[in-house]
């Protein structure tokens, strides 16, 4: 069954998902995103070279419940900016220097990173030991980044490592 399903809650979301898309729940679209369901996580596996090890279901629950806070918190201070004075708002990029080693959990935090407003993941290092971060809004690049190895990397270093 594992050779066959890889991932079940990859193809339970790529089903979901395909339906959700086509706005169509017939008899063809639900064989279709039966088939998309098996054959995508199959063809994904195969281009994976390392496999994601999940572990501490605490540390991805509270993870969660950060991110989405982070989220609307930083669509509010966005917003109020863009609507003030372009005066206060000071652009910068700073390099987070990573203790995390684990390739899904860098994927995870700069994908984090770049899902909050106001922030954007844009390098890793060939070595992976630095990612180069845009922020909307620099106030304290010392700040900014013991913030995202505080309330991000420490979460993610418990869920992947």
């Not at 890889?6 to 193809?11: A, W």
């Not at 971060?133 to 418990?158: M, N, P, Q, W």
Request: aromatic share 6%.
């Amino acid at each position: 069954m594992k050779r066959f399903l890889p991932s079940p809650l990859l193809s339970l979301a790529v089903l979901v998902l395909w339906l959700l898309l086509v706005g169509d729940f017939s008899s063809g679209s639900l064989v279709l995103a039966l088939v998309l369901a098996i054959v995508l996580p199959l063809c994904a596996g195969l281009l994976q070279p390392e496999h994601a090890h999940l572990h501490r279901l605490p540390a991805i629950i509270k993870l969660s419940g950060r991110v989405l806070r982070d989220i609307i918190v930083s669509n509010v201070e966005v917003a109020r900016l863009i609507l003030g004075s372009e005066s206060h708002i000071r652009p910068g990029f700073i390099w987070v220097p990573l203790e995390i080693r684990d390739l899904h959990g860098i994927t995870a935090l700069a994908s984090i990173i770049s899902l909050t407003p106001g922030t954007l993941s844009t390098e890793l290092t060939p070595d992976r030991r630095f990612l180069l971060v845009h922020c909307f809004d620099l106030k304290d690049a010392e700040t900014t980044i013991s913030g995202i190895k505080s309330r991000y990397e420490s979460l993610l270093r418990e869920i992947f490592e």
